[in-house]
């Protein structure tokens, strides 16, 4: 069984340009939910994707958008960076009946510079 | 909304000392809690977490936490720190009836030899 995956791990844009940051969810896990985790602060809830939709969002503006295929991995897309997105980014899968037990990722360290 | 408040962003304790890490909700409904755990350049590790019953919860790695409604805390023990356990700790909350989970800004746990 593999745990949940992201990629890259590092990754360095300038401002304005657009990036897209990917998670594969633990093995049979149908629900990721994606957080920013700005440096020192606690991560925080942009959205959660289940059955390829967004069921439930954070206080982000649309430029933060996601998508979620089939097999349940996830897409996190950032539109027109801004200096204050660079952040590690987390993916976190779960069971939809049971979405108080998440399984984290290792993040995507981003940095716009 | 849910916030969650950690008292004291840094904390230090000598090696075989007891870990006392506080956490305060503020909720009028009491939600789910948990603690997590953060390696450098790691995601989040769940150490435990509290939903219904026992209020007093053991998690991994000898942790443990207590859940007090009428002081909306829940503060994470540990009665001897060990080196391994110097890392970064999360207290977040759940509503139950949300998937939106709210984190604290984090204690960072020194263990001095």
């Known amino acids: 069984e593999t745990g949940v995956t992201q990629s890259p791990t590092h990754l360095i844009k300038t401002r304005g340009q657009q990036v897209t940051l990917r998670c594969s969810s633990q093995?049979?896990?149908?629900?990721v939910s994606w957080y920013q985790q700005a440096l020192g602060q606690g991560p925080q809830f942009i959205f959660q994707?289940?059955?390829?939709?967004?069921?439930g969002r954070g206080n982000f503006p649309p430029r933060f958008s996601g998508l979620q295929f089939p097999n349940y991995s996830s897409e996190l897309n950032v539109n027109a960076l801004e200096l204050d997105d660079s952040a590690l980014y987390l993916c976190?899968?779960?069971?939809?009946?049971?979405?108080?037990?998440?399984?984290f990722g290792p993040g995507t360290r981003l940095t716009v510079l | 909304a849910q916030s969650v408040t950690q008292l004291g962003s840094h904390v230090s304790v000598s090696e075989g000392a007891l870990v006392l890490l506080r956490c305060n909700y503020s909720?009028?409904?009491?939600?789910?809690l948990f603690w997590y755990v953060q390696y450098p350049n790691q995601g989040l590790q769940l150490l435990l977490k509290?939903?219904?019953?026992?209020?007093l919860v053991k998690g991994i790695n000898g942790f443990e936490a207590e859940f007090k409604k009428s002081e909306t805390s829940f503060h994470l023990t540990k009665p001897s720190a060990h080196m391994s356990d110097a890392a970064e700790y999360f207290c977040?909350?759940?509503?139950?009836?949300?998937?939106?989970?709210?984190f604290g800004t984090g204690t960072s746990l020194t263990v001095i030899p």
């Open positions: 976190a899968s779960s069971f939809w009946y049971s979405t108080d037990t998440q399984y």
């Open positions: 994707y289940y059955r390829e939709e967004e069921n």
């Open positions: 093995s049979g896990h149908n629900t």
């Open positions: 977040a909350a759940l509503a139950n009836t949300g998937n939106q989970f709210y």
């Open positions: 509290y939903t219904t019953g026992a209020t």
């Open positions: 909720s009028s409904v009491p939600p789910y």
